[in-house]
Each structure stands twice: as structure tokens, then as C-alpha cells.
């Protein structure tokens, strides 16, 4: 069979992170007591009205700039009907024909290079609640918190090829709701969630039926249900079946996609308008203010750090990821005393380690643009080693401080003396009879640990670079 080609959707929902949920006051948190944060409007008890929240609308707004997405100055909320138990009226008030925010597109970077993958719109509708399995009675209990939780959903084209794709969109779009901080962005708590739409063909033949996945609560969860479903489909055309449009629910903890209903008992939602909310009606000053706000989001930083700065694309994702990163790297870059590539591997390596292992943010280290930029100047221009380098950046997480001082004061200024390296040299050839045998016998990787001795002799003064050549030369022609 020819070469088989995936098509991917998506539809990411993103809880908006409110004072107060959509349409009524009950606080927008997480983690409460069940059923602690509930009223009349939220439980859908007759005789009360929802009122719109604005934050919502504008947030909404904001993202669809962010992802530079038409805006429709008026919309409409409507009925979306079915049953479920957690949603106790029996509908959910979402947006059907007009979005709030339509078409629009978001750049991201596969390998180096930009993908413009299309979004189809942007709309505002409320959470249902959440049902949890109860061991004790084998029953299901409903609480009802997070009922009208404000969310939007995020819908994109069918414009991804591969799981991959997919994985960097969902982490560009997440970076960029981090950015304009309208959601928590939190997976284990649920905020971001995601269906995904996936169909494949052979090369050059029209788009394959489509299966909907839904339950996918992680990116790794997506990028895997992703895989399992083209293999699904590719298995079923290879054996001359027909894939039939399905949507099905994916089981991340067996591997497996199960079937949930088929095209035949399709549901439908008999959307209409809702009655109890009038059109949304944007303010043109607010949603003006609301783009000249807007930062340089990461999607832009990723490809300006790879375009402009040869960065490679995991270094300018991590960096363009969060927001302070990202602020460090561009103040240590218009500072111009050193190299992109330094201050990134810092920011990549140490300090991203460092603010993992301790959940520190930059502002609690040392580090500031001025000190981390000399530290990387005085390694570029050989005044420490990389070691030495090293042992400087650990202090200036920890306590912070001047760079020169520190350099200074643990008397790390490196040694790139001849004389001295080669007395250095000496002294290791002599103390090393074995591994100087082995490099001499062929075993060209001995020399590595020579200059690790010699270096470590040398309480990592010596200049390593300098040091290699010093000791190559010395064991090739001295007997
Ligand atoms: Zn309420």
C-alpha cells in the first residue's frame, strides 16, 4: 500500500481562570469541598437567569488576538441540549453559528521550520460538572463545582500531519495562554483539555473519514491516541475495509480507543439560541485596548530565536515557554556582551534545572542579566574555564552578587601560561604510565582523561583548550 498520510484536528478547551464563574457569582476555584461551591443559577434550578460574565468575553477576545483570529464585534450563545448527569439543566450554554472569535492562525516550529496551522474559531461556553466513581458503594457521586466553569474552545483546521505537530501546537498554545494569563493552564487539575480529529489517506488521494477521540486529559496522552488511531486506520485500509466516522473515547490507561457512538446514532445537539442571554455585544474601545496589550507572544519569540538567533528549536521553546525565561534572554541579548548561544545554554541547562529542582522562579535566584552576561563573556574570552564557569554560576543562583568579584575572590581566573601548561603536562605523563601506554597504543580516547587529570590537578585553573594541545603534542613526540 502507498505511503499512508495522517490528518489531524484539534479542539482544546482552556478553563479561564475568572474571579467568578460564567454566568453566575460563585467563585471560579479549584479543589474546593464537592458541592461547596454551588448555587441556584449554576445547578440550573428553575426560575433563575445566568448573567454573562465580561472577564470571560474579553479573555475570549484576547486569545483569539493572540492567535490572530478575526473577532466578531457580536455574537450569539446558544443551547446546546443533551443528557448527562453532570450537567443538571440538560444543556449547556455554549456558541454555535457565531463564535466570538473566528477564523485565524497560529505559526509553530516543526524542525526548524514554521507551520501555519489555520484556527476555525473560538468560542465561550460553560464546564459541566465532574463525576467520580465512589469504591466503597461501587456508585457514582456528582459534584457540581465546576459546573459553569468558564472555558473556551479552541478549534483548529485540519492542517497537522503528524502526532508530533500536534504535541508542539497544543505546547505553543498552552505557552501562549501562560502569556496572556487568562487560564492556570494546570493538566493534572484539568484545565486544558482536548479532543482530537484524526483521518489518514494515501499520498495524493482526497481526506479519509475522520474519528473523533475524546477523554484525551494530557499532551502525551493526545500525542499517543494520535499514533494508536493512524495505526487503527491504516490497518483497517490495508486490509481493504473502509474507516466509518466514529467517535470513540480513548483509554490512555490500556493504550485503546473504544468505540462510543458511530455515525448512525450520531447525537444531536438541537442547538438554538439561547433565550435567556441576549447577542454579546463588544465594546470597540476594550477590545482595542485589549490588543495593544497584547506581548510579544512565544510563538514569535520561538521563531525569532531560531531565524535570528541560530538557536536550535527545543532551546527556543524552553526559553520562549515561560515568560521570565524569556524576559532574562532578551535583556542578556540587548546587553550585546556575549554570545546567544551562551546565554541560552545557561538558561536551558543550570537555571531551568535549578528552577526544577527547587520550584524557584528567577526573580527568587541571584541572577541577573548583567551578571549572567558577564559570566558567559568572561568563559567566551577564556578568562575561566568551563568548570570554573560553573562553580561561578552556582553561587550566582544561590546568593547572587557581582561576577568579576566572585571570579576574583575563588581565584578562578584561568592559567593559559605556556610554562606552566607544560610542566602540568609533564607531571601528569608521568603520573599516568598506563593511560599515556593506551593513547600511545592507539587508544585515542585516553587523551580525554589525561586532560580531566591534568585539569583537576590544576584545581581547574588551566586553560583546557590550550592544555590538549599542550598534552597531544608532549605524548606524540616525547618518548
Ligand atoms: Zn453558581
Known amino acids: 500500500m502507498a505511503v499512508v498520510e495522517p490528518v489531524i484536528g484539534l479542539e482544546v478547551h482552556a478553563e479561564l481562570n475568572t474571579e467568578s464563574k460564567l454566568f453566575c457569582s460563585c467563585k471560579n476555584i479549584f479543589g ?15 426560575g433563575t437567569l445566568p448573567r454573562l460574565n465580561r472577564q470571560a468575553c474579553y479573555y475570549a477576545v484576547k486569545m483569539g488576538q493572540a492567535l490572530n483570529c478575526e473577532i466578531n464585534m457580536i455574537s450569539r450563545q446558544d443551547r446546546k441540549n443533551y443528557f448527562y448527569p453532570d450537567l443538571p439543566k440538560a444543556y449547556q450554554i455554549s456558541q454555535a453559528d457565531i ?3 473566528g477564523r485565524g492562525y497560529l505559526d509553530i516550529l516543526v524542525d526548524k521550520e514554521i507551520r501555519r496551522i489555520g484556527i476555525t474559531r473560538i468560542h465561550i461556553e460553560e464546564d459541566a460538572g465532574k463525576l467520580l466513581h465512589d469504591e466503597a458503594t461501587g456508585g457514582t457521586l456528582c459534584d457540581y463545582n465546576r459546573c459553569g466553569v468558564p472555558l473556551i474552545e479552541i478549534v483548529t483546521e485540519p492542517d497537522l500531519r503528524s502526532p508530533a505537530e500536534a504535541r508542539i501546537f497544543l505546547e505553543t498554545v498552552r505557552a501562549v495562554l501562560r502569556y496572556i494569563g ?3 493552564c494546570k493538566m493534572q ?13 494515501e499520498k495524493g488521494q482526497p481526506p ?12 502525551s496522552a ?21 474507516v466509518e466516522r466514529e467517535t470513540r473515547r480513548w483509554d490512555d490507561k490500556k493504550g485503546v480507543s473504544i468505540l462510543m457512538r458511530s455515525k448512525e446514532n450520531a447525537q444531536d445537539y438541537r442547538f438554538f439560541p439561547e433565550p435567556d442571554l441576549g447577542l454579546i455585544v463588544l465594546d470597540p474601545e476594550a477590545v482595542r485596548q485589549s490588543k495593544s496589550e497584547l506581548p510579544e507572544l512565544p510563538d514569535k519569540k520561538m521563531i525569532r530565536y531560531v531565524k535570528e538567533h541560530g538557536l536550535n528549536s527545543s532551546e527556543a521553546f524552553i526559553i520562549a515557554d515561560s515568560p521570565e525565561k524569556a524576559e ?16 541560552a545554554n545557561r538558561i536551558v541547562g543550570e537555571i531551568t534545572k535549578y ?15 548583567e551578571n549572567l552576561c558577564e559570566l558567559c563573556a568572561a568563559q567566551e574570552k577564556g578568562v575561566i574555564s568551563s568548570s570554573g564557569s560553573k562553580t561561578v554560576l552556582d553561587e550566582l543562583i544561590i546568593k547572587g552578587g557581582n561576577t568579576e568579584e566572585i571570579i576574583n575572590r575563588l581565584g578562578l581566573v584561568q592559567n593559559s601560561d605556556t610554562g606552566f601548561l607544560s610542566e602540568l603536562a609533564g607531571n601528569i605523563i608521568a603520573l599516568n604510565e598506563k593511560s599515556v601506554n593506551d593513547y600511545r597504543n592507539g587508544k585515542t580516547n585516553a587523551l580525554g582523561y589525561l586532560v580531566g587529570q591534568a585539569m583537576k590537578a590544576s584545581g581547574g585553573k588551566a586553560d583546557p583548550a590550550k592544555l590538549r594541545g599542550i598534552l597531544e603534542n608532549k605524548l606524540k613526540t616525547e618518548e
Open 32 to 46: 474546593a469541598e464537592p458541592n461547596t461551591n454551588v448555587c441556584p443559577v449554576c445547578l440550573g434550578l428553575p
Open 99 to 101: 463564535p466570538v472569535c
Open 182 to 184: 487568562i487560564s492556570d
Open 189 to 201: 487539575e484539568g484545565s486544558i483539555r482536548c479532543d482530537v480529529n484524526v483521518s489518514v489517506h
Open 208 to 219: 479519509g473519514t475522520r474519528c473523533e477521540l475524546k477523554n484525551v486529559n494530557s499532551f
Open 222 to 242: 493526545a500525542l499517543r491516541g494520535i499514533e494508536y488511531e493512524i495505526k487503527r486506520q491504516t490497518e483497517i485500509i490495508a486490509d481493504g475495509g473502509s
Open 328 to 343: 532574562l534572554y532578551d535583556e542578556c541579548v540587548s546587553l550585546e556582551k556575549c554570545s546567544c548561544h551562551s546565554v
Open 355 to 369: 528552577m526544577n529542582d527547587t520550584g524557584r522562579t528567577i526573580a527568587e535566584t541571584g541572577i541577573t542579566p
